[in-house]
């Protein structure tokens, strides 16, 4: 297959970085279609730690073309500094590499400004935001007020309205949110700065895209955060502010409908989440404690400490249909080693009533009770592992069963961080 998808199926951190590295080696072009850099994901590459908020995994693999789509937006001073830093390491030298859509939207110091006095106001209300400023750029480009990397060629129409942008923002902050206003003329010569850096990489990733599908080549579609944090089907208002299902993709990339071969979803062997919300599977004390100590479960972007739930066939399930998808890799086997029982939520109890599938009505899963089944667990290290022969039996059990009750087939199983610690049963470019 030609064009992949990958997407998360839970609330982000699935691990999807180190899979999207791995098949970026098969692909020429890996693009992101939504969200910022509220998205961080992790990649070990030859024993080197690399965190990448906004380029895509791609720019670790030598010549693959990194593209960053309309649906996406871009702090432009952050994007500069994951630029610098990569060279820094020698990755990533060639600017011809990095294509910019021209109809990205900016997020200007204002809207992290807003993100975090927001977030400070609301207190035990409070969404749990990155707060790199995402919901307040999407505001304003749902409010038409948005600042487009296109607006930059020309900077004195552009200085205007950004200068219109900053009055505006700076009342709200000073009278609605009771916070410090913005100095204007910091941030004009921030961005003054900034427009020399980002001009040379500005594209019609559209007109790209298409060019690319139709020349064959092998183009991934890089999901940030999860199903269960997309604005319309996530646990909403716990969300982020971005459609991070499959179908973004087509407006987002953009690639037409139809032109997606398939989707792979991750998940992680066990659930987790930062921020606010409703999480049914979730566990509290000595095991939780340790498996974010085994599985490093601290926010890339922010270092917030995970909260941690076993697997949830429920979600699953709502993600293989959400995302249609065709394979699930599930990321992170080797953690749960040691743990028996294990448990797996295969359907929730609401009231009386017992549902196999997502009640309607996201609301529903404060109140859901989760319906385990138990299976006995392994003690073997699983890091050598790299065929489903080289696991204990009832880890194998424990992947069949998580598959079963998803409903798709397994494609890929992490056991470890590096890049090939993975059982690759079925490569979507390879198929
Ligand atoms: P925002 O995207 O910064 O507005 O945050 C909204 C919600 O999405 C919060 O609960 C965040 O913790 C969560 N979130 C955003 N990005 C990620 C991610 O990449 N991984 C996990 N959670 C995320």
Not at 343 to 359: I, N, Q, S, T
Request: charged share 25%.
């Amino acid at each position: 297959m030609k064009t992949v998808a990958v997407v998360g199926t839970q609330w982000g951190d699935e691990g999807k970085g180190k899979i999207v590295d791995m098949l970026a080696a098969d692909a020429d072009v890996v693009v992101r279609f939504q969200g910022g850099n509220n998205a961080a994901h992790t990649l070990v590459v030859d024993g080197e730690k690399f965190i990448l908020r906004l380029i895509p995994a791609g720019a670790l693999h030598p010549n693959k073309v990194c593209v960053i789509g309309n649906g996406t937006v871009v702090d432009p001073i952050a994007l500069n500094e994951e630029i610098a830093a990569l060279r820094a390491r020698g990755r990533f030298t060639d600017p011809s590499l990095l294509k910019l859509s021209c109809d990205a939207h900016m997020v200007m110091p204002y809207h992290r400004a807003i993100d975090r006095a927001r977030e400070a106001r609301a207190g035990r209300r409070a969404i749990g935001t990155t707060g790199f400023g995402i919901g307040p750029a999407y505001e304003d480009k749902m409010a038409r007020t948005g600042l487009r990397f296109d607006e930059l060629v020309n900077y004195a129409r552009f200085r205007e309205k950004l200068e219109r942008n900053i009055a505006d923002k700076n009342a709200y902050l000073r009278a609605v949110l009771k916070a410090k206003p913005l100095k204007a003329s910091e941030i004009i010569d921030q961005m003054k700065r900034v427009r020399a850096c980002v001009l040379p990489y500005l594209c019609d990733t559209g007109a790209y895209l298409a060019e690319a599908a139709d020349a064959g080549r092998r183009i991934l579609f890089e999901g940030a955060h999860g199903t269960m944090l997309d604005i319309d089907h996530g646990t909403y208002p716990f969300v982020t502010s971005s459609n991070c299902i499959a179908g973004a993709v087509f407006s987002g990339a953009p690639l037409a409908p139809g032109r997606l071969d398939a989707v792979l979803g991750i998940s992680k062997a066990y659930t987790t989440r930062v921020g606010g919300g409703p999480f049914p599977t979730e566990i509290k004390g000595a095991l939780a404690n340790r498996l974010r100590t085994e599985g490093e479960e601290f926010g890339s972007a922010t270092g917030r400490p995970r909260r941690i739930g076993w697997f949830d066939a429920v979600l699953a399930r709502l993600a293989v249909r959400l995302n249609g998808m065709w394979g699930l890799a599930l990321t992170k086997l080797d953690v749960l080693t040691g743990i028996d029982p294990l448990r797996v939520c295969m359907a929730y109890e609401l009231g009386k009533e017992r549902h196999v599938e997502m009640p309607p009505g996201r609301a529903a899963l404060e109140r859901v009770r989760p319906v385990y089944e138990e299976m006995p667990g392994w003690r073997e290290s699983l890091s050598g592992a790299r065929a489903l022969d080289d696991l204990p039996l009832n880890a194998r059990h424990y992947l069949e069963r998580v598959a079963e009750l998803a409903g798709v087939p397994l494609a890929m199983v992490g056991v470890g961080a590096p890049r090939e610690a993975t059982i690759v049963l079925r490569n979507p470019f390879l198929v």
